[in-house]
T-cell receptor, first 118, second 113 residues
Framework: GAVVSQHPSRVICKSGTSVKIECRSL??????MFWYRQFPKQSLMLMAT?????????EQGVEKDKFLINHASLTLSTLTVTSAHPEDSSFYIC??????????????FGPGTRLLVL | AQTVTQSQPEMSVQEAETVTLSCTYD???????LFWYKQPPSRQMILVIR??????QNATENRFSVNFQKAAKSFSLKISDSQLGDAAMYFC??????????FGQGTRLTINP
């Protein structure tokens, strides 16, 4: 149980285009999902908390207009990198909490998406 | 503010031996949860073990066990009978209630055959 998927696993795009990354909880409902960014050989950096049916909460320093988050259902959150530039190239990971289990504080992670902006 | 510190950037161990990864943390709360996550080369974050702060008994999951010292704010991970598949980055993490998960810097574990 508690499986989280991400799509696509890797994407290459041209500078100036937008890229959408999907995060799905496959066998549970996730009212809260999280988006992280990870640079090479570094730890995970929380970008935003995605709440179903409401606006995302962004961490300080994260541009809301560049990283659009939509959590339209209990099993799907999307991250759209708008007008992507080479500095947006990174590894993006989502996670979700299973509030129906007895382990509500535990986050389960997706496999990540490697974004390369040319 | 909560902080998590992993003071060992890299560790190595011989296959079948035991290795301990260190983690210290700081929090002002008495109720929180601690985790060890594993990130292999595939970069998939995998939950290894979790510990509730209110439980005195150390958590164990097969070959993985923790030494939770609440007063010292220490949460080390012991891997017994190390296997080649254990090679990965290991992250210690802390969470309080509905707040965000705070990660340590990570420890890269190498298994020598």
């Amino acid at each position: 149980g508690a499986v989280v998927s991400q799509h696509p696993s890797r994407v290459i795009c041209k500078s100036g285009t937008s890229v959408k990354i999907e995060c799905r909880s496959l066998d549970f409902q996730a009212t809260t999902m999280f988006w992280y960014r990870q640079f090479p050989k570094q730890s995970l950096m929380l970008m935003a908390t995605s709440n179903e049916g409401s606006k995302a909460t962004y961490e300080q320093g994260v541009e809301k207009d560049k990283f659009l988050i939509n959590h339209a259902s209990l099993t799907l959150s999307t991250l759209t990198v708008t007008s992507a530039h080479p500095e947006d190239s990174s590894f993006y990971i989502c996670s979700a909490r299973d509030w129906t289990s007895g382990l509500q504080e535990t986050q389960y992670f997706g496999p990540g998406t490697r974004l390369l902006v040319l | 503010a909560q902080t998590v510190t992993q003071s060992q950037p890299e560790m190595s161990v011989q296959e079948a031996e035991t290795v301990t990864l260190s983690c210290t943390y700081d929090t002002s709360e008495s109720d929180y949860y601690l985790f060890w996550y594993k990130q292999p080369p595939s970069r998939q974050m995998i939950l290894v073990i979790r510990q509730e702060a209110y439980k005195q008994q150390n958590a164990t999951e097969n070959r993985f066990s923790v030494n939770f010292q609440k007063a010292a704010k220490s949460f080390s991970l012991k891997i017994s009978d190390s296997q080649l598949g254990d090679a990965a980055m290991y992250f210690c993490a802390l969470i309080q209630g509905a707040q965000k998960l705070v990660f340590g810097q990570g420890t890269r574990l190498t298994i020598n055959p």
